[in-house]
């Protein structure tokens, strides 16, 4: 059985670095200064990994689709408000997350 990436497991992770990053954000710029923030998101070494939901990898724990990989692959980037940190980080982290997987099919 190969190794698997599981959606809903990055979506949580990258909602922790999100917080963090914006807890991070208050302690050292208090004044707001800093008006906007970029964002960027890659996976090396994810092309021999399965992309899966936790419903697809419950449903057939057994199989899976691996891509062809091999070749490198440029990161996902966004630029956003600083309030977007807060306020829409469900949107910012979807605009991170749903290009990765079609990067390796």
Same mark, same amino acid.
């Given at each position: 059985?190969?190794?698997?990436?599981?959606?809903?497991?990055?979506?949580?992770?990258?909602?922790?670095?999100?917080?963090?990053?914006?807890?991070?954000?208050?302690?050292?710029?208090?004044?707001?200064?800093?008006?906007?923030?970029? !964002?960027?998101?890659?996976?090396?070494?994810?092309?021999?990994?399965?992309?899966?939901?936790?419903?697809?990898?419950?449903?057939?724990?057994?199989?899976?689709?691996?891509?062809?990989?091999?070749?490198?692959?440029?990161?996902?980037?966004?630029?956003?408000?600083? !309030?977007?940190?807060?306020?829409?980080?469900?949107?910012?982290?979807?605009?991170?997350?749903?290009?990765?997987?079609?990067?390796?099919?």
């Amino acid at each position: 059985m190969g190794v698997e990436l599981i959606y809903e497991t990055i979506l949580d992770q990258m909602t922790d670095a999100f917080e963090y990053a914006a807890w991070v954000l208050d302690h050292v710029d208090r004044t707001q200064r800093l008006t906007h923030v970029a !964002a960027a998101v890659s996976l090396n070494g994810a092309e021999h990994m399965a992309w899966r939901t936790l419903r697809e990898s419950q449903a057939n724990p057994n199989s899976m689709s691996l891509s062809s990989g091999g070749e490198e692959h440029s990161p996902v980037s966004i630029r956003r408000p600083r !309030a977007a940190l807060r306020l829409d980080s469900s949107r910012s982290i979807e605009d991170l997350i749903v290009p990765l997987p079609r990067q390796w099919r």
